[in-house]
């Protein structure tokens, strides 16, 4: 659900075609090969598809609340918010914005990683339409994951910068725009126990079959995306 115009991408396009087709002559190539440039341009569709789905869910979820369904200085507070580290992007008990001092002995860790309503909607979403049927199953959809996460992070900077309306046109979601984030946020994941990934994946009613690790945090969006220590305290949101 991740990836890179590269030779990693053939290796993958190899593999499903070899898959769905077995004993086809098809040799996947970078380039010069219009079946690949064909399943390359579906997969940039599909994530095109992702940020697009992720406007709609922040935009429902604004319209269904009763304090910012009308209020645009609630809404963008909300926005300024989410776009915290430990904001509701991602997390279900999200850190509250009063508290900014990760280092003070008092500051309330946010629980409930990748659980925030805004990640499961995403991922049942993806599940339902894109995932479900699928002739394969080979690991832990930690790539859609990391897609829905950056998806809902990027609209939400949108909306702030609309003043927490919904723009009336949605720019592409694209690997060369947004891959940094996203490698990022596969490799934070996948820092995560087996058991744990596995609890959380099972609120998207996604089935597992095996799992993959891999990638390198880019330095420059790790600060972005800070997880919480192991060993932090379970306090979840405060008062």
């Avoid at 993806?126 to 859609?144: C, D, E, H």
């Avoid at 609209?155 to 910068?161: D, T």
């Avoid at 996203?182 to 079959?209: E, Q, V, W």
């Amino acid at each position: 659900m991740s990836f890179k115009r590269d030779q990693q991408l053939v290796i993958l396009v190899q593999e499903v075609m070899d898959m769905v087709y077995p004993g086809n002559n098809y040799k996947a190539k970078l380039h010069g090969d219009a079946t690949f440039d064909t399943l390359y341009d579906h997969m940039c569709e599909t994530q095109n598809q992702i940020g697009k789905k992720a406007f709609s869910v922040i935009d429902e979820f604004f319209k269904n609340d009763d304090k910012l369904c009308d209020d645009l200085e609630e809404r963008l507070a909300y926005c300024k918010w989410a776009l915290k580290p430990h904001g509701p992007v991602i997390y279900s008990m999200p850190t509250l914005p009063k508290y900014t001092d990760l280092k003070a002995a008092n500051y309330p860790w946010p629980n409930g990683i990748y659980e925030s309503h805004f990640i499961i909607d995403m991922m049942k979403w993806i599940n339902s339409s894109m995932l479900t049927g699928s002739r394969g199953n080979f690991r832990r959809p930690v790539g859609a994951i990391a897609l829905s996460a950056t998806a809902i992070k990027q609209a939400f900077k949108v909306f702030a910068k609309n003043g927490g309306k919904k723009p009336t046109q949605v720019t592409s979601f694209s690997e060369g725009r947004w891959g940094g984030d996203t490698t990022t946020f596969i490799t934070l994941i996948n820092k995560l126990a087996p058991a744990h990934l596995d609890k959380i994946i099972a609120l998207y009613n996604i089935p597992l079959d095996g799992s993959k690790k891999g990638g390198a945090v880019d330095p420059a969006h790790e600060d972005k995306y800070y997880m919480p220590p192991e060993n932090m305290p379970k306090s979840g949101t405060a008062s």
